[in-house]
């Protein structure tokens, strides 16, 4: 498999408890999506653990979003306040499972 194709991310709980599928070409940017759905702010970001399809590699992230203002150029139908996605590799930023 090519790095430039796109991958599927498993979002995983504390528990192990495996639900929704994000894709992205890199496992951050499959957390920006999942930032972006979450609750987390900056002063308390939410842990984001994602189990890379095939593979026994988990990618953890902490994300939180934040209303910015749209950019200048912005189509009109969007609005003047937006929501950016942020998040941040953890240490250690990778887990390998013993089993899926």
Excluded: C, Y
């Excluded at 203002?69 to 499972?97: S, T």
Aim: charged residues 40%; glycine residues 8%.
């Amino acid at each position: 498999m090519s790095k430039s194709e796109p991958r599927n991310f498993v979002l995983r709980d504390e528990k192990g408890n495996e639900h929704g599928v994000f894709t992205g070409k890199q496992p951050r940017q499959a957390a920006l999506k999942v930032a972006n759905r979450g609750k987390g702010t900056k002063k308390k970001p939410e842990k984001i653990m994602l189990r890379e399809r095939g593979t026994k590699k988990v990618h953890i992230f902490h994300g939180w979003k934040q209303e910015v203002d749209a950019p200048k150029n912005k189509p009109d139908w969007m609005p003047d306040k937006i929501n950016k996605p942020f998040v941040k590799k953890e240490k250690p930023g990778i887990i390998k499972l013993e089993q899926v």
